[in-house]
């Protein structure tokens, strides 16, 4: 199969997505990255919070030099910003560092500092929303590590489904994984992942807004915990 012909209106796109969901709902995380890498050629991206390398090494081992966005919103953890050094330097993929218009300084100077305590969705449009936008113009489908098991609000994530807010096809092709299947994927090929979740986080998000999570707790209730939040808008 070839990459996609530039034409493709945008009505075909999501038709494709919806019968790409369908048919590939039992197929191998490799097979739905495969049908994305012949599908969408170079117009396909993995994104990553650099939590782990799972997707991104999943997807080098279809594509060799693949892209990988990362979003450096200004106020990652240094363990962050170490894993995507490392992924960079060590993997088989093009990082791609998105940064938000304003620098966290710029940014507190006009709407005072600590917006994400008084105004975090606000401060995710502004950090988040926004450069991942810019940054995925140029692709017509992008990969994610959403799994259903995370929390009750990705339980129906589909492995390709239509983006709608974004006009673009999105693939998440470890939505049926569960964390032993991600914990068994990295000890059998060493990819790697975030200190952070050997220090009792679950899932990393920025650091002012990421907290441990406690026993019995859901992979992302430390995101924004004892607010309403649950998603940064990029998925939402
Ligand atoms: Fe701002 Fe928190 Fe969103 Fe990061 S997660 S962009 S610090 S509100």
Redesign the pocket.
Do not use: A
């Given at each position: 199969m070839t990459a996609i012909q530039e034409e493709r209106t945008t009505e075909d796109l999501k038709a494709l997505a919806e019968q790409a969901g369908r048919d590939l709902e039992d197929a191998s995380a490799l097979e739905i990255l495969q049908w994305a890498v012949d599908t969408f050629g170079k117009r396909f991206c993995v994104t990553s919070s650099m939590e782990d390398a799972v997707v991104a090494h999943l997807a080098s081992r279809v594509l060799k030099g693949v892209d990988v966005v990362f979003l450096d919103?200004g106020?990652h953890f240094e363990e962050t910003i170490g894993t995507r050094d490392a992924v960079e330097a060590v993997m088989d993929v093009n990082v791609i560092t998105l940064s938000p218009t304003r620098t966290v300084a710029e940014q507190d100077a006009e709407f005072g500092p600590k917006?994400?305590d008084r105004d975090?969705d606000l401060?995710?449009k502004m950090?988040?929303v926004e450069p991942l936008e810019r940054g995925l113009k140029d692709y017509l489908a992008w990969a994610t590590g959403l799994r259903r098991d995370e929390s009750p609000t990705r339980a129906n994530t589909p492995v390709v489904g239509w983006d709608e807010k974004r006009q673009k096809v999105k693939v998440s092709p470890i939505a049926r994984w569960t964390q032993d299947d991600v914990d068994a994927y990295v000890a059998e090929h060493g990819v790697l992942t975030n200190p952070l979740l050997m220090d009792g986080y679950a899932s990393v998000?920025?650091a002012?807004?990421t907290r441990r999570v406690l026993e019995g707790e859901d992979a992302r209730a430390g995101r924004w915990a004892g607010s309403a939040k649950t998603e940064?808008g990029l998925h939402g």
């Open positions: 919103t106020y917006l994400h975090p401060c995710c950090r988040k998000g920025c002012p807004c940064c």
